[in-house]
């Protein structure tokens, strides 16, 4: 499913949705996790479809990957004794190549899962499958392309398709399987991170308020300690003449710093404030609110 190498602008011939679209089997694995074979959703009437979804998850997120029996029993059965746990993982094994192949022979190979050496599996997805995690990689990979070769804007849209895939917590009914999950979703949040911050640098140097604003305030919710998008906000407000609101946004910022890790604002932010309060003020007054003291 996924070419492990970079694109280069022009090289890609279709649009994010034509791929999803266009493929047999669609996997979501943001959000609740999803498969549909065309029009239907897998899994639904199966029994002990539980660990049979469970082994297409790791499949899907490591398509190619050579897995021992052992390393895959390790997800759902390691609580049980050897013998039963060799039993459930075959039986699982079984009903997802039923899931996947209704139409499978006894005795026929999978399309998708190949067995080779010692009780080793993979999964080989082909040009029929589509997934959102993979979909994510691919269109982060062409944005970076993207943005070797200074093509902002085209940059810019991969870049917020990226974002918009990773808004939805990855996997979020799987609380239970927080361990092996873990690394899966510390990667799909550090790409997601990455396009944020690149989509707040571009459209910043860009002269494109809204857009900078927009990304600025999705970094902040996620990172509330993210220096870059605090002062794209407080920027932003400066230049849209809203020095009460900078000065709120960055004592808030500096007051969370404060509170949370016992820090001072760096110099940078403290030359913001500064800059701030030299506004001068109007006949009216300039409506600043008082500064939260900061700890030097």
Not at 9 to 20: A, K, L
Not at 137 to 159: G, S, V
Not at 276 to 286: E, V
Request: charged share 30%; proline share 5%.
């Amino acid at each position: 499913m996924t070419t492990g190498a970079a694109l280069l602008p022009g090289t890609d011939r279709f649009r994010p949705r034509e791929r999803e679209h266009g493929a047999t089997y669609r996997a979501y694995l943001f959000g609740p996790f999803r498969v549909f074979k065309g029009e239907e959703v897998l899994g639904q009437r199966r029994q002990r479809r539980e660990k049979a979804l469970l082994l297409l998850k790791w499949f899907l997120l490591n398509p190619g990957k050579p897995a021992s029996m052992d390393q895959l029993i390790d997800l759902g059965w390691r609580d049980t004794t050897p013998e039963k746990a060799a039993s459930g993982f075959h039986v699982g094994m079984h009903c997802l190549r039923r899931m996947l192949e209704p139409d499978l022979r006894p005795g026929q190979e999978s399309s998708f899962i190949h067995r080779s050496g010692a009780n080793f599996y993979r999964f080989e997805a082909g040009e029929g499958w589509w997934s959102d995690a993979n979909e994510v990689e691919r269109l982060f990979e062409q944005a970076r392309a993207c943005d070797a070769h200074c093509d902002a804007r085209r940059a810019c849209f991969y870049y917020s398709r990226v974002a918009a895939y990773t808004v939805r917590r990855f996997l979020e009914d799987e609380e239970s399987q927080q361990q092996w999950l873990a690394p899966y979703r510390r990667q799909y949040e550090g790409l997601c991170s990455q396009a944020l911050i690149r989509l707040i640098q571009i459209h910043r140097a860009r002269g494109e308020l809204d857009e900078a604003l927009e990304y600025a305030y999705e970094k902040l919710r996620l990172d509330p300690y993210n220096e870059l998008a605090a002062t794209t906000i407080i920027e932003a407000h400066l230049q849209l003449g809203r020095p009460a609101h900078a000065l709120r946004e960055l004592s808030l910022f500096l007051g969370s710093l404060e509170r949370d890790f016992g820090a001072g604002a760096c110099g940078s932010l403290l030359a913001l404030r500064e800059r701030i309060m030299d506004i001068p003020r109007d006949g009216r007054g300039s409506g600043l609110p008082a500064p939260v003291p900061v700890r030097r």
